[in-house]
């Protein structure tokens, strides 16, 4: 362990205000002048960049504590005030406090026995309803306090405080300057404070009027020097710069005795530079500018938003070991791997600990050096001196190198990274692959983890990250490797699945296909199965025997495929029923109800009942026949897929045409006055919507027409059949009609006046007016058609712009609610303070991600129990 | 037979376990192998379990935040010709968990006892609910500048239809204050109280004059009666469910309301609890998204713990963390900072954020547990250092 470090546990932290006692223990040194550096650009003592708050210049040292640039962490400074002021965030603690107490002898206005009974109350408020509603009572207390006019203590009266913002009081009509409001604040007692909820240990009421001004270190604002040579300051720097001028002309005139007027204003100056280097954008004030017009970055600005320091550098951290490039797929590396270009490979590193064991052959690594793979780029001394390799040091290094030394080794097959994409919504976003050294520049991955990352290969990018020491990486394994990561949380079924080709692909070999012998193992045996001893010894095999190899010989599962209906004659005719026994797959087609993610319980049985590994072994087999059926018997989707022939056509038309007829009809009925209204609905109401129901009805017909009569066998319909891709309204709209356009749940109804587009009639309420498109995309579409189409896909467009921000906005909000709860070792589920939320986690104790589909497969133990 | 051996099981399994069992058991089933089936539940079952320290808020957060990338933003859909306008999609799941008080559709779902559910006379019956005002029972309104009022035309058939009367309506109008009423057959004549009022004052009554509150339930701008499994129901546009719950005919054990703040007013936490839960998966499920209850129970059970519904805002629950950290991660950072530096408070570093922000282990999943060791002598510490 490195000695210079002290490691140490916080345990609280607590927070309150400095007094000015504090402040001036707390400083080591006080600053007097507002000039930075003298004429050899050395720092001036005594001047807002003096050395002893620390150093930002290469080859000076800290006069506190002797240490060098990124050694010392700088030191605080103070200014001695001339004038009392007031501190902005305090401002309305400062009034309630002028408002609820005398102003005459300081005690709260209150009896003493009323003042006791309500701090007995707020405690128990606060241990029994929680905060708010502690901070509710404190408002009430302090309004009742506005109404009381008469000190119950020593009967003074009171008069009327306001303020004027920012940080003006007025008592009357007589302005309360900072020197009055703070010896009215030093009155009040301690017991007193508690009433508004005040600790008086951590925050004495006269420290919110400051007297004396705590400088930061230079470390916190430091300088840049630009390639002119000249120094460009950092904002607080300037703003500070300001305060120490102001200060020093206003003490001067107070000693030379300048008039009240003069001495007034150069106060309220001083009171906006430090109003505005705590905070550059209080609402009453112009903030303070550069030169160049843009507002000076103070304190508050620091620490508020996404970019501020707490959201962007404290809740959220930036590593090392990590590379970031563009992904594409590769079927042919296993599910838990991560193909690695070999330029990253040789720039992350894994440090490895030389032991006499494995000294030998780690110095073979020093030997080959950065340049050549595998070799390593740095060496770490035992006292932590990192030591890069290059040809000129390798020798003496090799030399050196002894048990106890550390060898930062170029990343291998094997080794073990974090891959994750963005934005990682849910935790399979950010999982642990195994490395494998790949040529090229990209990232490949199996593309059945596509699902869980929502990638695609259009450009998408990924980070990866090492984990650098042993527990890191221990923990990386057990907790966040594919393959324990395969029961997706959210609903207890498989998250990683075929996808696309590999749906098809098993979809076609299951349901037509039946090879020759040698086809069969050709097939298997390029999809990297090995072992053919399950292969029926048989001229011809069929699909359903070659799937079958790759299942676990004493498998049994009972599912459906898509499209079962229930209905057994049916169901038996189409070959929903998805029946395996004994490892063979007796019925059914594997299509993605059946391998697909999320859907049926085919994964899910067989992660339950052969584990993890077997799982994605079975997964990656599974996903590379179905590949590789496509590759051997070809496969390519064209637009005659969805040809239809002549009599279909005709009848698409005639639906239409009845269609339109009968629109038209309800139109005529509805200008003549005599449609009946809904109930609860106008006349016009009822109209669109029964023209809507009617056309909505004549898109679905046409839609059954072309699955109907659409070649079975041809690729497109393989496509949708399977779910691989696409579904029956797609074909619809390609070969049949594309149909109504909506725009918010309503036919189209804006553009000109009295009329969507300038070739219709005014007034028209016929279908094609109104964005119905009677065209398939196939045959083209018209003008017209073309527009309404445009119309909506400009509002979809926009709706997905407008989700994304929103969804973010209530995930993050549902995240920082929650990220405190957590099961108990008794069962309950609690938050931070161990409040119980819950006494079994979701009634019944059962995590979700070890159910299948939220339950248990009764089923399956009957089945089990029965055999 | 069967019925003994499930109860000696029941203290062992959840309930959900051992009904789908019930329903899944062959009644040939022998009692033999029914014990083993339920051994062999109660054996998974204890796999299922959770483990302790595992972070089931986060867990839920991402269960709901991640599908929430995949839900419409249109906020209006239509299931069918008899339907009313219901906010779905992200903008309904925004509403139900930030405990918006206005909802942009309030609805509320009338079940009725006998005979109204039986479909009699439900169209009155609906009718008689719908809050209607002035201007939905006038046919006409008129400023008669002779006289410096207003004359309102009453319909005599809307009248007969919601069972009012013209001396009723009288009534029902001069409950407004500095106004003087008179009617004369179906016409109403409105006239400000007092001195003789400028004619512009008129005008501005007959806006007024509109909005009186006649008849039905406040708030229920719309009635449609329907079909809903064999019983008839009257689905409404706007909400009041203090007053529906108190009319004569309605089914007050089955009638709800989609505005979820006032379930917890008029029947109490527990059932707005149950209401969020009911509403997220209607919507998810509406979606055709997949997302476990529990997942949905457990935000239910955050925004109900306190004993009053709060939403996920920065006022609602983030607002009740102790930990002052957590709340400034999360929004308005100097507010928090500077009111703890007031009540001089105290973070104990308990949750999660502020171990994050000090590079310290998180005490959730295995962060949680701590190891004992005995301290053995200095010269064997060494040895392994």
Known sequence: ?867 | MHNEIFKEYESKLPMGIINDLKQRVPSNFSQAKLKKVLELACEEYELMKVDAGEAVGLLSAESIGEPGTQMTLNTFHFAGVAEMNVTTGLPRIIEILDCTKSLATPMMEIHLESPYNKGKEIKEFAESIKENRLKHIASEFTVNVAKAAVDVTLSQEKLTALKLTVPSVVKAIESMRGIVVKADGNIVTIKPKGKEEAINEVFKLKDKVKEIYISGVKGITQVLPIKKEEEFIIVTAGSNMKEVLQIEGVDAEKTITNDIIEIAQVLGVEAARQSVINEVKKVIDAQGLNVDLRHIMLVADTMTVTGNIKGLTRYGIVSEKASVLARASFETPLKHIIEASISGETDYLNSVVENVMLNQPVPVGTGLPGLVTKNNKKEEKAKYL
């Not at chain 1, 607590?14 to 050395?42: H, Q």
């Not at chain 1, 059914?588 to 009942?609: C, E, I, P, W, Y």
């Not at chain 1, 496509?719 to 049949?736: C, E, H, V």
């Not at chain 1, 016929?766 to 896909?793: D, V, Y």
């Open chain 1, 1 to 867: 362990m490195d000695e210079r470090f002290v490691y140490r546990k916080v345990k609280s932290i607590k927070f309150g205000i400095f007094s000015p006692k504090t402040i001036k223990e707390l400083a080591v040194a006080k600053i007097v002048t507002p000039e930075l550096y003298d004429k050899e650009g050395y720092p001036v003592d005594g001047g807002l960049m003096d050395i002893r708050l620390g150093v930002i210049d290469p080859g000076l040292t800290c006069k506190t504590d002797g240490q060098k640039l990124k050694e010392s962490l700088g030191h605080f400074g103070y200014i001695e005030l001339a004038r009392p002021i007031i501190h902005i965030n305090f401002v309305p603690v400062i009034l309630t406090l002028l408002k609820g107490t005398c102003r005459e002898c300081g005690r709260v206005l209150l009896q003493k026995q009323k003042m006791d009974t309500l701090k007995s109350e707020l405690i128990v408020q606060e241990i029994e309803d929680g905060r708010a509603e502690k901070k509710g009572k404190i408002r009430d207390i302090v309004t009742l306090l506005k109404a009381t006019n008469k000190c119950p203590h020593c009967k003074a009266k009171q008069l009327k405080i306001t303020l004027e913002k920012p940080t003006t009081f007025m008592e009357g009509d007589k302005r309360l300057t900072p020197i009055e409001i703070r010896s009215r604040l030093e009155k009040v007692p301690d017991e007193d404070c508690e009433v508004f909820g005040i600790d008086p240990l951590s925050f004495r009421p006269e420290w919110a009027v400051l007297t004396v001004l705590l400088i930061p270190p230079v470390t916190m604002r430091p300088s840049i020097t630009l390639e002119s040579g000249e120094r460009s300051e950092d904002d607080l720097t300037h703003k500070l710069g300001d305060i120490v001028r102001i200060n020093q002309r206003l003490f001067e005139n107070i000693n030379a005795g300048a008039p009240e007027i003069i001495i007034e204003d150069l106060w309220d100056l001083l009171q906006y530079h430090i109003t505005t280097f705590f905070d550059n954008e209080v609402a009453q004030l112009p903030p303070a500018r550069h030169r160049s017009g843009q507002p000076l970055k103070t304190i508050a600005s620091r620490i508020k938003s996404k970019e501020g320091r707490i959201r962007h550098n404290l809740a959220g951290k930036r590593t090392n070991f990590c590379a970031r490039t563009v992904i594409s797929p590769d079927p042919m590396i296993s599910i838990d791997e991560v193909g690695v270009p070999m330029v990253i490979a040789m720039k992350l590193t894994v440090p490895e600990r030389v032991t006499d064991w494995n000294m030998q052959h780690l110095k073979k690594f020093v030997e080959r050096g950065h340049t050549k793979y595998p070799g390593s780029n740095y060496i770490i001394r035992p006292d932590g001196k990192k030591k890069k390799i290059t040809d000129e040091t390798k020798e003496q290094l090799l030399e050196e190198i002894q048990p106890g030394y550390t060898v930062e080794r170029h990343l291998m097959d094997g080794d073990i990274a974090i891959f994750n994409r963005q934005p990682s919504l849910h935790r399979m976003s950010m999982m642990c692959h195994r490395v494998r050294v790949l040529p090229n520049k990209t990232f490949r991955l199996n593309p059945a983890v596509c699902i869980p990352y929502n990638a695609d290969f259009d450009g998408d990018e990924m980070n990866l990250h090492v984990p650098q020491t042993e527990e890191a990486r221990a923990e990386a394994q057990i907790l966040m490797e594919v393959q324990t990561q395969l029961i997706s949380p959210r609903y207890g079924l498989s998250i990683i699945g075929c996808v696309q080709d590999a749906i098809s692909g098993n979809y076609m070999l299951t349901k037509f296909v039946t090879l020759t012998r040698n086809e069969a193992v050709d097939l298997l045996l390029s999809s990297k199965v090995t072992d053919l001893s399950r292969l029926p010894n048989k001229e011809h095999i069929s699909g359903k025997e070659i799937f079958s190899v790759l299942l676990p010989e004493d498998f049994n599962f009972i599912g459906k495929s898509r499209g079962h209906t229930g209905n057994s004659e049916e169901d038996k005719k189409n070959d929903t029923i998805v029946l395996i026994k004994e490892g063979k797959l007796i019925s059914g087609v594997m299509d993605k109800a059946n391998l697909g993610d999320g859907s049926g319980l085919l994964l899910r049985t067989l992660h339950k009942q052969y584990g993890q590994q077997r799982t994605i072994e079975v997964l990656g087999k599974v996903f590379r026949l179905g590949i590789e059926t496509l590759i051997k018997m070809g496969f390519s989707a064209c637009l005659h897929d969805t040809d239809l022939s002549e009599n279909a056509r005709n009848k698409i038309y005639e639906t239409l045409d009845a269609a339109y007829k009968d629109v038209d009809d309800f139109i005529k009925v509805f200008r003549d006055g005599r449609l009946e209204a809904f109930p609860g609905r106008s006349i016009a109401e009822t109209l669109e919507l029964k023209i809507l129901e009617r056309l909505n009805k004549a898109r679905n017909e046409t839609g059954s027409i072309v699955s109907k009569n659409a070649n079975k066998a041809s690729a497109a319909l393989i496509m949708s059949d399977s779910g691989a891709r696409g579904n029956p309204l797609n074909l619809a709209q390609i070969a049949g009609c594309v149909g109504q356009q909506a725009m918010r749940g309503k036919r189209i109804e804006k553009g000109y006046r009295h009329r969507t587009l300038s070739c219709f009639k005014k007034d028209d309420l016929s279908s094609a007016a109104r964005g119905f498109i009677r065209s398939s995309f196939k045959h083209g579409l018209t003008p017209a058609e073309f527009f309404f189409a445009s119309m909506t896909g400009r509002d979809s467009l926009m709706d997905t712009a407008l989700r994304t921000p929103k969804s973010g906005y209530l995930y993050r909000r549902l995240a920082n609610a929650m990220q405190d709860l957590k099961v108990e070792y008794d069962g309950t589920v609690r938050d931070a303070n161990k409040k119980i939320v819950q006494f079994a986690y979701g009634e019944d104790n059962v995590d979700v991600s070890r159910s299948e589909n939220g339950r248990l497969n009764v089923a399956r133990l009957i089945e089990k129990v029965s055999e």
